[in-house]
């Protein structure tokens, strides 16, 4: 168990929809990470938070969107669902954001659009 | 930009065999390196990890990875493979803040 919860771990939905995924880092991390993996584009970069704030941003597309709250938990909002965004969610958190810091990833959430 | 290339989308050993998996990466600066691998239905796990203090990086699960700088390459190897071994093996490097992922490569161990 890597501390990272990710919910839910499946979501069926219908292309135009829009749905939130969670992310609960594991205690004391500060940093969180967001990255799709599929088939076809392998695992990409999508977005990292640190204590609240954008750290960097990778290939996320505008119709998606993220935030971490004071909490630290991080919510990632995918609108106007399209069938090429069915895929693998993931969620990592670390403690500090730093290059080279060791992630721990969450068991991620299954997004199929129909 | 830094990245990574996996050579084999799969690789396939007998159960005792010698397991290597190729990465080779890009990178005008030394990188921090990383294995990481995915057993099925789960999130990826941290085998090892590069940062310079070593060439030889020991990891979890008897897995270790040589640094080789004029080869550019960072190959993860075990001396004999387990049944339990059977996963998706991913190396990364830092690009920037976060980390770039490889296609991965999936490991087949057959009895």
């Known amino acids: 168990d890597s501390g990272v919860t990710q919910t839910p771990k499946h979501l069926i939905t219908a292309t135009g929809q829009r749905v939130t995924l969670r992310c609960s880092p594991r205690?004391?991390?500060?940093?969180v990470y967001w990255y799709q993996q599929s088939l076809d584009q392998g695992l990409q970069f999508l977005i990292q938070?640190?204590?609240?704030?954008?750290?960097a941003k990778g290939n996320i597309l505008e119709r998606f969107s993220a935030q971490q709250f004071p909490d630290l938990h991080s919510e990632l909002n995918l609108s106007s669902l399209e069938l090429g965004d069915s895929a693998l969610y993931f969620c990592?958190?670390?403690?500090?954001?730093?290059?080279?810091?060791?992630?721990?990833f969450g068991s991620g959430t299954q997004l199929s659009v129909l | 930009a830094q990245s990574v290339t996996q050579l084999g989308s799969h690789v396939s050993v007998s159960e005792g065999a010698l397991v290597l998996l190729r990465c080779n990466y890009s990178?005008?600066?030394?990188?921090?390196l990383f294995w990481y691998v995915q057993y099925p239905n789960q999130g990826l796990q941290l085998l090892l990890k590069?940062?310079?203090?070593?060439?030889l990086v020991k990891g979890i699960n008897g897995f270790e990875a040589e640094f080789k700088k004029s080869e550019t390459s960072f190959h993860l190897t075990k001396p004999s493979a387990h049944m339990s071994d059977a996963a998706e093996y991913f190396c990364?490097?830092?690009?920037?803040?976060?980390?770039?992922f490889g296609s991965g490569t999936r490991l087949q161990v057959q009895p």
């Open positions: 590069y940062t310079s203090a070593a060439t």
């Open positions: 205690s004391g991390d500060l940093s």
């Open positions: 990364a490097v830092t690009g920037g803040r976060a980390l770039t």
């Open positions: 938070y640190y204590n609240g704030e954008e750290r």
């Open positions: 990178s005008s600066v030394p990188p921090y």
């Open positions: 990592a958190s670390s403690v500090g954001g730093a290059a080279g810091e060791k992630l721990f």
